[in-house]
């Protein structure tokens, strides 16, 4: 399936991953949203679990092993043309995660990866609704003692 005018939505999968009060971030370096940041994710393959795909995606993206504790939110990210017509539709299933092992690197279709304080999003340039996700999440997940960020 295409991902730029499909015949139906792509399912993707991203990750969450808080470090005290930031958020890991990363820099795209491929359409769509080339340039700006957004939580690491990609595309889920076919016959693969969501969890498996996460894991996938951000050992592809970053070079960090995570393990994905559960599901944060799930968001749609559909883009249209300058004709009206559907160029992306994406639901992605962003997973709160758990960095396992090694050190954040860019690596695959990004250029840039960063953890950021979550007080300073509006300095960066975010695909949309990436925010408010960010947000949303991070307050849940403050208020939960069995997923609350660790203390940096």
């Not at 954040?104 to 996700?133: M, N, R, Y």
């Amino acid at each position: 399936m295409n991902r730029q005018y499909p015949t139906s939505p792509v399912c993707a999968v991203g990750a969450l991953i808080f470090q005290g009060k930031k958020i890991l971030l990363v820099r795209r370096g491929k359409s769509p949203s080339k340039g700006k940041w957004s939580l690491p994710g990609g595309r889920l393959r076919l016959g693969e679990p969501l969890k498996t795909g996460v894991i996938r995606e951000i050992k592809e993206e970053t070079q960090l092993l995570v393990k994905p504790i559960e599901i944060g939110k799930v968001v749609e990210h559909i883009i249209k043309d300058k004709e009206g017509k559907f160029e992306y539709h994406y639901v992605i299933v962003d997973y709160i995660c758990q960095v396992v092992k090694g050190i954040p690197q860019a690596s695959s279709d990004v250029i840039q990866v960063e953890f950021v304080p979550i007080s300073q999003l509006e300095h960066f340039e975010l695909t949309s609704g990436t925010t408010q996700v960010i947000l949303e999440v991070f307050d849940s997940v403050s208020r939960s003692k069995h997923l609350a960020p660790p203390a940096v």
